[in-house]
């Protein structure tokens, strides 16, 4: 995007937290902000608290309903950012399908239907963790999960099999870690690879906050929302002959 061009920017996830952040950010810096929360309400809330004028959307990432309606009034945009996250107590079979719901599964399909709608030379970004790292699984998933012929389906199988394998009480001889929340996050990686190879025209970036202060991350963590979010911005504002396809914390490329 040339550097002084106003860029009208979706972001999940935003009635608090690091969502909301990195709306306040973008309209600071000038640039139209669609905040969106699971309920309009507190997404009017959200947005009347961010200083400057913005837009108000309910966007449930988890419903497909919800997500054909939004991208029906929504028209063109220069940004996407997959922010709605979860992080669920315990480990089971709902806390599996849970947080893969949203963490893996919405971002999936809202990209699917906002893609489109991106204008070229735009921007998606799926706001991830270093807990993806893939150093934490089986060399055969690692090799899976990074393989350049992976596509959306084989994905979404990869993931299938991790939810059966909890499900029959298996995942740890099958590779997996115990933990829902590590392979939403490595899926999501795995997701913007994919997306990136098919979409020359955008830059497609994972970016890792760092482990910040929001309601997810607690308050003993070590950094505020606004040094948490400020990747997330960047991510969402690059230009003509940045990255695309890659993993970043304070704008550095990081391991998948
Ligand atoms: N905080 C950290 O240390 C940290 C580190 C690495 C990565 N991250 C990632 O950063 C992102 C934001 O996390 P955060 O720390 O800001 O968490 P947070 O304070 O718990 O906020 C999470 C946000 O996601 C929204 N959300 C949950 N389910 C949703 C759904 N089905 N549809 C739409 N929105 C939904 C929540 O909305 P409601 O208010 O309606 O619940 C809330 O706005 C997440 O993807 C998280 O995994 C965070």
């Not at 905040?35 to 004028?53: I, K, M, P, W």
């Not at 994905?155 to 870690?177: I, K, N, Q, Y």
């Not at 482990?211 to 997330?232: K, N």
Request: with cysteine.
């Amino acid at each position: 995007m040339p550097e002084n061009q106003k860029l009208r920017v979706v972001v999940t996830g935003a009635s608090r937290g690091l969502g909301f952040e990195v709306c306040r950010q973008l309209a600071h810096l000038g640039h139209h902000v669609v905040l969106t929360a699971r309920e309009q309400a507190r997404a009017e809330r959200a947005a009347a608290s961010v200083g400057a004028r913005i837009e108000a959307a309910e966007l449930d990432v988890t419903s497909v309903e919800s997500i054909a309606a939004f991208a029906k009034r929504l028209g063109p945009i220069d940004a996407l950012v997959n922010n709605a996250g979860i992080s669920l107590k315990g480990f089971d079979s709902s806390v599996v399908s849970g947080t893969l719901a949203v963490n893996f599964f919405g971002a999936l399909h809202v990209t699917q239907a906002l893609l489109p709608l991106v204008s070229d030379g735009g921007n998606v970004v799926m706001v991830s963790s270093g807990m993806g790292e893939l150093s934490v699984y089986s060399s055969a998933l690692r090799a899976h999960f990074l393989d350049e012929a992976l596509d959306v389906d084989g994905l979404v199988a990869l993931v299938d099999d991790f939810a059966s394998a909890v499900a029959t009480g298996r995942h740890t001889e099958r590779g997996w870690p115990t933990s829902a929340y590590r392979v939403s996050k490595a899926a999501l990686n795995a997701l913007t690879r994919i997306v990136a190879a098919k979409s020359p025209r955008l830059h497609v970036n994972a970016v890792c906050p760092g482990w910040v202060r929001t309601d997810m991350g607690g308050s003993s963590a070590l950094r505020s929302l606004e040094e948490g979010a400020s990747g997330i911005v960047w991510a969402a504002t690059l230009g003509a002959g940045e990255p695309t396809g890659g993993f970043f914390r304070d704008r550095k490329r990081i391991p998948w």
